[in-house]
Nanobody
Framework: QVQLVESGGGLVQAGGSLRLSCAAS????????MGWFRQAPGKEREFVAA????????SYADSVKGRFTISRDNAKNTVYLQMNSLKPEDTAVYYC?????????????WGEGTQVTVSS
């Protein structure tokens, strides 16, 4: 099974930027579609972004399009989420996950998450 560890969260002011990292272990990482999810206080976990195993195809939630960028470095077994122009509504715990081959559904492998807090 793939093990995932998220990092890079923190407290920032609105308009600021953060880059989240997800370090993965396991031989299947380079052939796995990866994604980011987030869960805000009092809300359900929601899809944020996904990237194909080769990094050529990406998808984003409408709420983050134009502001967030997902990328991966298979040589380092790491997936990233660059977050720019952050808004208070981006405040949430962000999770990295192995994705199913299509859609916005995780396969069941999760990290423990990293907290992102955006102040106004």
């Amino acid at each position: 099974q793939v093990q995932l560890v998220e990092s890079g969260g923190g407290l920032v002011q609105a308009g600021g930027s953060l880059r989240l990292s997800c370090a993965a272990s396991g031989r299947t990482f380079s052939t796995s579609r990866m994604g980011w999810f987030r869960q805000a206080p009092g809300k359900e976990r929601e899809f944020v972004a996904a990237i194909s195993w080769g990094g050529r195809i990406t998808s984003y939630a409408d709420s983050v399009k134009g502001r967030f960028t997902i990328s991966r470095d298979n040589a380092k077994n790491t997936v990233y989420l660059q977050m720019n122009s952050l808004k208070p509504e981006d405040t949430a715990v962000y999770y990295c996950a192995v994705m199913k081959s299509v859609g916005t559904t995780p396969s069941g492998s999760w990290g423990e998450g990293t907290q992102v807090t955006v102040s106004s």
